[in-house]
Structures are given as structure tokens and as C-alpha cells.
């Protein structure tokens, strides 16, 4: 067997070869050229020359189903950049973590070219189940979103809010640099792989939601007080210790931001190895939970703050 290709690859994933240039896909398609190249852009891949042939029948499928949406009036231009910007950065993440979990799993430390192949096979066998599976998950988690939002948002009012008031809980492995520097690439990978695995089980188990994962901590939030305790407290452990903040968010490309999420990361960095940390804000909205009030302490930009330890 001989090594596969990148245009094997490639044709695998996308389809037949590429036939159009930067300039041809767009007429094609019936959109202009500079609003292909932003599109293209926002997805995140690099700007080819007028005259590389690039582009793909599915891609001018593509930039017609764009341009039918644009034609709607439901949405303008750059609300359509934004949602390819979004749709660019997720899937690209996602790709490479299958990607690297295919890689792992199907081939050993020394691979031939017998076993590249393999993988190949595998993943043409595997691509349309993988497909669907995607198309239903990002579905029901499109219909969380929507529900979260539409709960949170008070529409007595004239417009929609963008601010949201959400608990926000950051959870941080402790000494994680030290332990970096002593543990192997595969246990390090290990380490990471297990504490973002486990803090992604404990958060959707509890109907929390999973912002991001930054290495050695999480980024968590939650429209319940309660609910967010809960996560917390099953969360917590020797090794890790976590920071709770109640009040306004701005939720933003799937992020969020505001001075509750600088005053969660804060806490996180007050709180002892095995403890939770939280505001008052939300020591008030706790009811039936243990409290423990620490002295006031005052934290750089955001004045004198009341922190309370979570009990089990």
C-alpha cells in the first residue's frame, strides 16, 4: 500500500476535485467576490489567488444557499460573516480533536503506510454516521441555546436584553505548571484530557453549561444558584479549587464577559486547594446550603469583596 495522498484525502471529505478559481465560484454561485472572500475568510482559511483553482461544486452549492438566506432579508451580511466566523472556529476545533482521537486510537507509534491507509478506510466507513450524529447533536444543543436565551430574556421589555444574569464558576487544577513540568507529553495529555472529560460529565449532568476549557480550567455557567452549588460541589476535589459569581453577563460568540466573570476568575484565585469560593450575590441566593463567611477582601478593580466558602 502507498501513503494517501492530500488530494485523496481531500476528496474523501469534499468531494470531487476542485474546478472553480476565487473569481469563478462567485459567479457561480451569484454572489459578489468580495462578499466570497469574507465568507471564506470568516471560515477560517486562507484568501487563494484569482487565478488558484481552489473551489468545489459543494462550495458553490455553498455560496448559493448563503446568498437564498441574504435574499430572505432575514439576515444582512454581516450578521451571515458573524455566523460563518462562529461556524469556522467551532468546527475547526472540532475537527482536529476527532482527528486526533482517530489518529490515537487507530495507529501505533511507528505508523506505515499500510496503517495510514487503515485509517483512511475507517474514516470513509465511519463519515456519514459521523455526520448525522453531528447534524442531530448540534440540532438539540441549538434548541438548549435557544431555550436558555428565551428564559433568560424578559420580553415585557421593548427590546430583548443582551445582558443575562447567569452564575459563573470557574474551576482551576492547583499547581498545574509544577505538574506540567514533571510529568510526561502523554501523561500531561492524560491529566488535561481527564480533568476537562470529568468537569464536561459533572456540568451537563446537572443542566449547567460548559462555556470553554482553557488547559487547566473550565469556564462553567449556570442559570440556577442552586444548580450551580450542586456543580461545584461534586466538582471539587483535593486537587482543584473553584470560583462562583452571581449577577449580569454578556454573553457573546458563545463567551462570556462582564465584571461577575473577572469577580468568578478572581475568587478562583483566592480559594484553597479543595475549596469553593463564591459572592455574596450568590451566598444570598443559596438556600439550604452550608456558608462559611470569610473576612471582606479587596480585589484590584473591583473593590472590597465578601467572599463565603462552600461546605459539603
Known amino acids: 500500500m502507498t501513503r494517501p495522498t492530500a488530494e485523496e484525502i481531500e476528496r474523501l471529505f ?157 474551576a482551576d487544577l492547583v499547581s498545574f505548571t509544577r505538574r506540567s513540568r514533571e510529568l510526561g507529553e502523554d501523561e500531561l495529555a492524560e491529566l488535561v484530557e481527564g480533568f476537562e472529560s470529568r468537569a464536561a460529565d459533572v456540568i451537563a449532568a446537572h443542566g449547567a453549561r460548559l462555556v470553554k476549557t482553557l488547559g487547566d480550567e473550565v469556564l462553567f455557567t449556570a442559570a440556577d444558584p442552586e444548580q450551580a452549588a450542586r456543580v461545584a460541589m461534586e466538582l471539587v476535589g483535593d486537587d482543584m479549587r473553584i470560583g462562583l459569581a452571581y449577577g449580569p453577563v454578556l454573553p457573546m460568540l458563545g463567551d462570556v464577559f462582564g465584571t461577575t466573570v473577572n469577580l468568578a476568575s478572581r475568587l478562583t484565585a483566592l480559594a484553597r486547594p479543595g475549596t469553593i469560593l463564591l459572592d455574596s450575590g450568590l451566598a444570598e441566593a443559596l438556600t439550604g446550603f452550608r456558608l462559611v463567611r470569610l473576612r471582606r477582601r479587596s480585589l484590584r478593580g473591583l473593590g472590597f469583596v465578601q467572599p463565603f466558602v462552600l461546605r459539603r
Open 14 to 170: 469534499v468531494g470531487p476535485a476542485a474546478g472553480y478559481t476565487r473569481l469563478q465560484v462567485a459567479e457561480a454561485a451569484g454572489v459578489s467576490s468580495a462578499l466570497a472572500e469574507r465568507l471564506w475568510r470568516a471560515l477560517g482559511f486562507a484568501s487563494p489567488t484569482d487565478d488558484e483553482v481552489v473551489f468545489t461544486e459543494a462550495d458553490v452549492a455553498t455560496l448559493r444557499r448563503v446568498r437564498t438566506m441574504l435574499d430572505t432579508g432575514l439576515l444582512d451580511e454581516a450578521t451571515a460573516i458573524r455566523m460563518a466566523r462562529a461556524l469556522g472556529q467551532t468546527t475547526a476545533r472540532l475537527a482536529q480533536w476527532q482527528a486526533e482521537i482517530m489518529i490515537g486510537a487507530l495507529l501505533p507509534a511507528d505508523p506505515s503506510d499500510a496503517d495510514l491507509e487503515r485509517v483512511l478506510m475507517a474514516a470513509e466507513k465511519l463519515l456519514p454516521d459521523f455526520e448525522q450524529v453531528l447534524v442531530h447533536v448540534w440540532r438539540a444543543q441549538l434548541a438548549a441555546a435557544g431555550t436558555r436565551l428565551l428564559t433568560m430574556a424578559d420580553l415585557t421589555d421593548e427590546t430583548v436584553p443582551t445582558r443575562a444574569t447567569l452564575v459563573v464558576g470557574f
